[in-house]
């Protein structure tokens, strides 16, 4: 067989005529971890698969989601600003991406292109990775943005009870809608000034803000005086992958859990919604956090 090894994508897998594609598609897309990740694991389970990086305009969206369907790529990954456009463009979506009103993950197949949503489950999978569990429990996400929108809903479907705060309360209020429309469920809307009394009970606070990413390390969501011990804290940011809010709940003594975790296991949910596999999470971890240290 004519083998080919691109010298410019360093998968270290060769590349032939039955290379099945993957990819992700943003604008901008540079500083994607998303290749690393997921080509690392294509290496180690030795699968003939390459995943790349896409400059998608939003003017070429459709065109693009079209063409990739004819040329018989398996999947696709879309972040920002593609999560919400790309839907119609979609064959057909999954439930959790229906409720989120976002898609995330992309697969091709006989033809048709399929919507898929991990970013909820991969934050949850993150969570109980590190013991902490939410049945029950009372969620606070920081945010109503598409991630927070992603873990509220995931987290309500796991029988979790939820509140968010959010920088523009209107917009914690319109998810507060959404909610009860497509759940019927209730949940709390908690001002952005918090009090010490707006935490109690709190088993589990999510920053699903951009609060405190790179280069703005110093800024955090919530003052560290507000915590407790009881309370596990996460942060969906990963760069860096300790951000001030978790090292300041480190060393209040709180659980903390880094954003690492659910970049990791939502790709994790999207090779298993492409090829079926159990992917390799710490094989994926070490990739990412290889590519984040500076
Ligand atoms: P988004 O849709 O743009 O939402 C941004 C959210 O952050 C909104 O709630 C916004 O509040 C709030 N916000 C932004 N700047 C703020 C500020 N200066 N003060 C207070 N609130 C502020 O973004 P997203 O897609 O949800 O992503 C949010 C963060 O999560 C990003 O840092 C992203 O990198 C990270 N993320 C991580 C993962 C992962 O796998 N670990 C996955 C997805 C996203 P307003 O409503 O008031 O504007």
New binding site residues.
Partial sequence: MNKYTHPQINTGMEINSETKILGIIGHPIKHSLSPVMHNVVFEKLKLNCVYLAFDVEKEKLGTTINSFGELNFLGLNAT?PH?ISVMKFLDKVSREARLIGAVNTIKFENGKAFGFNT?GI??VKALEESGVRIKNKNILIL???????AIAFQCLLEGADVSIS???RE?ALELKEDIKRKLGKEIGVVD?NMRKEDLKGIDVIIN????G?RPKTN?T?LNVSLLNPDIAVMD???NPIETKLLKDARRGGCKTVS??G??VH?GAESLRIWLGIKAPIEIMKKAVIGNLLD
């Fill in positions: 920002i999560k970013d991969g934050c945010g109503a943005g598409g991630a927070a929108r959010n920088r523009t917009n952005f699903a803000t951009s609060i990413m800024s969501p969906i940011v990963y954003g690492v659910m970049l939502q």
